[in-house]
């Protein structure tokens, strides 16, 4: 699966991006992530992506025109024959690439979410950083398929929501994960919630080694004995009592 993604700051993903998962997950050919510096895709001579808003108001607005032109360069890029949808609300829709809209109003991206992603099959999918105050309203309306939010609160970019979305779903595509069973005991894991029976390991409290540790030498900070007594049954009632 290829993520595309527009933005103004193209370099700021460069350290995130190459590092852990999603390092292994392109080494491995699970990924291809590809920056769009939209700036490229700016029509005038000084490379503007932005301008003020018609009808006056505060902050500067994310112009059309350029991430129209950038959409339009990635859809020919996947298919030379490819024409503007006329018939679809979204004129850049395709089934096997979603495009995505970061915005603070859009739904909130949840674990669900990036299953269905993970498991459609998709060529590509295109996420869009918004900046300033927003994004003219006619990218909302005409050239995207979904907005999404990555929580209830504003930040300064899209670029966040955009990595946070990518790295939700890569981790779940087979390949990504040095140890796939990670994905079964995880937190929100609908194969643990179908069957009911036992928590997931995001939900109970979890220890590693050494079992007693004294950061002082009147403190003594210890694992539940339960835990280390081996007996399976008694592990799971423990973990269930205290679960989240
Ligand atoms: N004026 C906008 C508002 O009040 O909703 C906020 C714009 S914000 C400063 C600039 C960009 O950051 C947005 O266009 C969006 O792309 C991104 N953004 C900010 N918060 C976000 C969030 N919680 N989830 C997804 N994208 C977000």
Same mark, same amino acid.
């Given at each position: 699966?290829? *993520?595309? #993604?527009?933005?103004?700051?193209? !370099? /700021? &993903?460069? @350290?995130?991006?190459?590092?852990?998962? +999603?390092?292994?997950?392109?080494?491995?050919?699970?990924?291809?992530?590809?920056?769009?510096?939209?700036?490229?895709?700016?029509?005038?001579?000084?490379?503007?992506?932005?301008?003020?808003?018609?009808?006056?108001?505060?902050?500067?607005?994310?112009?059309?025109?350029?991430?129209?032109?950038?959409?339009?360069?990635?859809?020919?890029?996947?298919?030379?024959? *490819?024409? #503007?949808?006329?018939?679809?609300? !979204? /004129? &850049?829709? @395709?089934?096997?690439?979603?495009?995505? +809209?970061?915005?603070?109003?859009?739904?909130?991206?949840?674990?669900?979410?990036?299953?269905?992603?993970?498991?459609?099959?998709?060529?590509?999918?295109?996420?869009?950083?918004?900046?300033?105050?927003?994004?003219?309203?006619?990218?909302?309306?005409?050239?995207?398929?979904?907005?999404?939010?990555?929580?209830?609160?504003?930040?300064?970019?899209?670029?966040?929501?955009?990595?946070?979305?990518?790295?939700?779903?890569?981790?779940?595509?087979?390949?990504?994960?040095?140890?796939?069973?990670?994905?079964?005991?995880?937190?929100?894991?609908?194969?643990?919630?179908?069957?009911?029976?036992?928590?997931?390991?995001?939900?109970?409290?979890?220890?590693?080694?050494?079992?007693?540790?004294?950061?002082?030498?009147?403190?003594?900070?210890?694992?539940?004995?339960?835990?280390?007594?081996?007996?399976?049954?008694?592990?799971?009632?423990?973990?269930?009592?205290?679960?989240?």
């Amino acid at each position: 699966m290829t *993520f595309h #993604i527009i933005t103004i700051f193209p !370099n /700021i &993903f460069d @350290s995130y991006i190459n590092e852990s998962i +999603l390092k292994r997950a392109q080494e491995a050919g699970v990924v291809t992530i590809v920056m769009h510096d939209l700036r490229k895709y700016a029509t005038d001579k000084h490379k503007t992506t932005d301008d003020t808003p018609t009808g006056g108001g505060p902050g500067m607005v994310m112009k059309p025109e350029p991430i129209f032109n950038c959409l339009k360069a990635i859809r020919e890029k996947e298919n030379p024959d *490819f024409k #503007i949808q006329k018939k679809s609300k !979204n /004129i &850049f829709f @395709s089934e096997s690439s979603p495009i995505l +809209l970061m915005t603070p109003r859009g739904k909130q991206f949840t674990q669900k979410d990036a299953q269905t992603f993970a498991s459609k099959k998709l060529n590509s999918v295109i996420l869009i950083c918004g900046r300033y105050e927003g994004i003219d309203q006619r990218v909302h309306d005409y050239m995207i398929d979904s907005e999404f939010s990555i929580g209830p609160y504003v930040l300064s970019g899209g670029e966040l929501p955009a990595v946070v979305i990518t790295e939700a779903i890569t981790r779940l595509l087979p390949g990504a994960l040095g140890n796939p069973d990670s994905l079964i005991e995880e937190s929100f894991s609908k194969k643990l919630a179908l069957a009911g029976a036992e928590r997931s390991a995001g939900e109970y409290p979890q220890y590693t080694k050494p079992s007693s540790f004294s950061p002082t030498k009147e403190l003594e900070l210890t694992t539940p004995e339960v835990l280390l007594s081996g007996n399976h049954e008694k592990i799971k009632k423990w973990r269930n009592q205290h679960s989240q």
